[in-house]
């Protein structure tokens, strides 16, 4: 069937795109969202079309108070004309998921297993990351 | 032991096994040592090239690696299996493998690889960024990981925060690894090596020094599979296959469970089930130290000891030559040889001890033998048992 195509005006809408694609853009907008199941009310991180946990599709974007634990830590030893020592961690947010980070404006070497921490978007190479800082106890 | 698992123990052997360009094999591409490799594994089985007609095969750059393998053999495989799934592969390889023999899709499998990662002139930072574009890692490669070796830091520092795991316990795996590799005239690096050059050795990624990681260098492994009533005609003693099992439960260290337990605490379970042996009937056991941790975790998950007494079970030489179990008798991807993926040298080693042929590292009545690999970032798991006639 060979229907002509109709002209259309385009939705106000933004148009529907992935789980990816919705959480960069909203990071691009300064917006950290991260996804929660609607059935088993898990937070699902990385994003994903399905629950991992109980494979329900329906799910809902909220926004993390970005509060947590480094879970594991580690200095990469660089040299310096690669940029030098950074750091990589773990970190276990209050809220239920666990995600690669760093810890920023700090030695790498003293940040430690169990350290508080909180979120914060930077730039780095032209795209917004989430990074943390160390936080103090009853944070 | 379920009617499965009775008939696929002892099923099928290895019976062949072949090596080359162990160490550094400049001048020699990648298809030329893994086809040296796989001529002498072929050959050790008494059999010709025309005879494989089973290939199981991958690389960690070609995508259809199988298909300019068999050319280049020669071969025209009915039965293929390229899966890739990290170091692992040549032992999760084993059980289609198997099944094919069972079934009689084929007669004689080949499981090669080869890799010149050390001589050759591949400019390794263009790989890198081609497999972000790729393979992408979007929510971990934004904080620029060095993988793999960060992931194994993140589990090393997990796993002396839980169990009080110390350096210097993961550096007695280094030193025994070393050891081991003194009585192997194929391995790579023989030098000394004490517990403090460990410990004092450059940061790589804390708390990992260059000296708990494993060697980054060219080498081709390949042994040949065959039926159990085929294999009694072999040249050589066959190393028959008892038990086989694979799990993984994530791909990026951000997404593992939990970092101080891999899936090898279900493939161990699940091969030995298969093979009807407990793992105190295991003789040697070849697992796959891409780093030192990796031999702590799998002796705990594979149940050779209790989760968090790894550090305790290779202390004062446990796993050395002498000690109380031996672990990569051939010097392992730590001191002999990791060519990207090690998974075949651990097949190499077992078969080598069960034949009696492994020269001055031999241990006495070697008679069951787990080989277990890992790939990724502790991502996949296979354990395999591996046995003498006399066990079976």
Redesign the interface.
């Given at each position: 069937m060979n229907a002509p195509i109709q002209e259309t005006e385009l939705p106000a809408a933004p148009a529907a795109v992935g789980p990816d694609a919705h959480y960069a853009r909203s990071l691009a907008e300064g917006r950290w969202k991260v996804q929660r199941c609607n059935a088993c009310l898990r937070p699902i991180f990385f994003p994903r079309t399905a629950c991992p946990a109980c494979g329900s599709t329906e799910y809902s974007w909220f926004t993390p108070n970005g509060r947590g634990r480094v879970h594991s830590t580690t200095v990469m030893r660089r040299p310096q004309a690669a940029g030098g020592d950074l750091h990589l961690c773990l970190v276990d947010l209050d809220e239920g998921f666990r995600m690669m980070s760093r810890v920023d404006a700090v030695d790498p070497a003293k940040v430690a297993i169990g350290d508080r921490v909180v979120a914060a978007l930077i730039e780095h190479a032209g795209a917004p990351l989430v990074i943390f800082h160390l936080h103090g106890e009853g944070a | 032991m379920n009617a499965a698992s009775k008939a696929f123990r002892g099923a099928a052997a290895i019976t062949g096994i072949g090596s080359a360009g162990l160490g550094d094999a400049k001048g020699f591409s990648e298809m030329e040592i893994l086809s040296l490799a796989a001529q002498a594994a072929v050959a050790d089985a008494g059999l010709k090239m025309a005879d494989i007609d089973g290939l199981c095969t991958c690389s960690g750059s070609a995508t259809m690696w199988a298909l300019p393998v068999a050319e280049y053999l020669g071969i025209q495989p009915r039965f293929v299996d390229s899966t890739m799934l990290g170091g692992s592969s040549f032992i999760a390889q084993l059980l289609p493998a198997v099944h094919a023999l069972m079934a009689g899709d084929c007669t004689n499998v080949l499981v090669c690889y080869g890799s010149t990662q050390r001589s050759g002139s591949v400019d390794r930072a263009a790989v890198t960024k081609m497999r972000q574009v790729l393979d992408p890692q979007?929510?971990?490669t934004?904080?620029?990981?060095?993988q793999p070796i960060?992931a194994y830091?993140?589990?090393t520092?997990?796993h002396m925060?839980q169990y009080g795991t110390s350096r210097a316990q993961l550096a007695e795996v280094a030193v025994a690894a070393r050891q081991w590799a003194q009585l192997n005239p194929a391995a790579f690096s023989r030098g000394p090596l004490s517990i403090d050059d460990v410990l004092g050795a450059?940061?790589?990624?804390?708390?990992l020094s260059v000296r708990d990681c494993c060697l980054l260098t060219d080498g081709a492994g390949a042994f040949v599979l065959t039926l159990a009533d085929r294999a009694k005609d072999a040249p050589n003693p066959p190393a028959y296959i008892l038990g086989n099992a694979s799990e993984t439960w994530h791909r990026?260290?951000?997404?593992m469970p939990d970092?101080t337990v891999t899936s090898a605490s279900r493939s161990g379970p699940r091969a030995l089930a298969m093979a009807g042996v407990s793992i105190d009937d295991v003789d040697l056991a070849c697992l796959y130290d891409a780093f030192t941790i990796n031999v702590i975790l799998f002796l705990e998950d594979l149940g050779f000891c209790t989760k968090g007494e790894g550090g305790a079970f290779v202390q004062d030489g446990g796993i050395a030559p002498g000690g109380r179990l031996p672990v990569n008798t051939n010097g392992g991807g730590l001191s002999f040889g990791h060519p990207g993926m090690y998974g075949s040298f651990l097949v190499l080693e077992a078969v080598e001890q069960l034949r009696g042929a492994a020269g001055a590292r031999q241990q006495d009545g070697i008679e069951v033998a787990l080989v277990h690999g890992n790939g990724a970032t502790l991502s996949s798991q296979s354990t395999a048992i591996l046995a003498t006639e006399a066990a079976l």
């Open positions: - | 979007p929510y971990e934004p904080y620029q990981p060095m960060s830091a993140l589990a520092a997990r925060h450059r940061m790589v990624c804390d708390p990026q260290i951000s997404s970092l």
